[in-house]
């Protein structure tokens, strides 16, 4: 999981200076810095991270689901909109249920709901992607 976190904190900075004209680049980038530190941090101390990271993870779900919904409701194509609000609410739904069950969710659901927001995530990249390639070519 340790590794994961640095993978897609480095894909989620580059991906913030990749795109010229983004203008939630710095959120973007300041998002994919605090995942890339904690997964740099994780390597380094794998046990003494793993409930303080579940917290950390719970209250990052709550923000990133706050970010994407913001980013949905600017979108200009009706269908790239209601995929960011789809994947903002459903990471807002993910952070509420680890925060709510802390302690405990450290032991199982880290994990799986960590999973289902970066798959989430991912497919809202590529509709986004598919899209400015769609605005460019138009």
């Known amino acids: 999981m340790s590794w994961t976190f640095i993978f897609v904190g480095a894909l989620t900075v580059v991906s913030a200076f990749a795109d010229a004209e983004w203008s939630a680049r710095p959120l973007a980038a300041l998002l994919g810095l605090i995942v890339l530190l904690i997964g ?6 794998p046990l003494a991270g793993i409930v303080s990271l579940t917290l950390l993870v719970g209250v990052m779900l709550l923000g990133s689901g706050v970010f994407r919904i913001m980013l949905g409701v600017g979108a200009s194509q009706s269908g790239l ?10 990471a807002l739904l ?15 659901i ?20 598919l899209a400015r390639r769609q605005a460019t070519r138009a």
């Open 40 to 45: 740099v941090n994780l390597v380094l101390h």
């Open 94 to 108: 993910l952070g509420a249920m680890i925060v709510a069950d802390f302690p405990r969710s450290a032991l199982v």
């Open 81 to 90: 909109r209601g995929a960011l609000i789809l994947s903002g609410g459903l």
């Open 110 to 129: 880290l994990g799986l709901l960590l999973a289902v927001d970066l798959i989430s995530n991912g497919v809202s990249l590529i509709l986004l992607s």
